[in-house]
């Protein structure tokens, strides 16, 4: 009987909600929703909780549902929200102005390796570690060296020769490959070759494989970058200063212990240093390079995986332009060079 009792005032709220439900209009939700919306959108901007991709997140909010609302509610609310929006979007903007301008926060400077004359043509990445991993010259001794990252920062690392074949390690760059290892191509200056290092652990206290990728001509491999393509082997960009040309090696194996796939990729006049390449949206390498004959900044577009072929096209021709190059893909896919 006690239950009974105990039951009947819940039944009760129960049959008032869905009566109260009927009554509520998708309108008023909706309504109701907006003030909720604009009013976190609002907290965000400010100096205390301030969060703009939430700002902008509610600012989307009500520029897609305030139309929905149009002959759904009084004009002057269609207008009190609009203005709401617009208001919010001036705010915004300020405070990403403001966030622009706010002074940087300082670096962590460290030295890893302090021995005369190293640390020349450096190139880094993030190894499967979640750290960093640098490979560099070491000009005094001719060899390759690596520096590995023993915390986020960098303020401490691990130091190790990497190849000291003597005249080696000049034009480092460092990619990680699809076993979670360091890949460094670099140029062995003593014989005028393009080679590459496999680490043997994540650290790369050590390479387990170096191979000479290239060593056709007298002089190949100067200003080599490094990545991993679509098809998780190494693809390498260098120039081949013998002939003046820009040359692609395609790694066969994860650690390009087999035969390269060597490729010429544009052989006008003299062109092909400075190279960075990266792989786009699509797949397929793309790399920057300098065209020093007409002192143009210059991209080629591989045409397949293995980039055995390319199209090539002037980016900047305005003056003496297009040395160093540093090469990405954005956020939209497309490439961001620098």
Known sequence: MAEEETSRPDDELIRQLEEELKRVKVSDLLVQTLYTVSSLGYSRLGSESRDLEQAKLAIEAMRALVPVLSGAVPGEVISDFNQVTANMQ??????????????????????????????????????????????????????????????????????????????????????????GLGLISYYDHANGDLKVAHCSNVACSGADVVTTVDLTGDDVGLYSSITIGADGLGLISYFDDTNDDLKVAHCTTVDCSGTADITPLDQTDAVGQFTSVTIGADGLGLISYYDDTNNDLKVAHCSNVACSSATAATVDAAGDVGSYTSLTTGADGLGLIS
């Open 90 to 179: 001036l705010a915004y903007a300020k405070a990403v102005s403001a966030e622009s301008t706010r002074p940087a926060a300082s670096a962590t400077l460290a030295t890893p390796d302090n021995f005369d004359h190293v640390g020349q043509e450096t190139s880094v990445a993030i190894g499967a570690d979640g750290l960093g991993l640098i490979t560099y010259w070491d000009g005094i001794n001719g060899d390759l060296k690596v520096a590995h990252c023993t915390n986020i920062s960098c303020s401490n690392s691990n130091t190790n020769i990497v190849d000291s074949a003597g005249g080696v390690g000049r034009y480092s760059s460092v990619t990680i490959g699809q076993d």
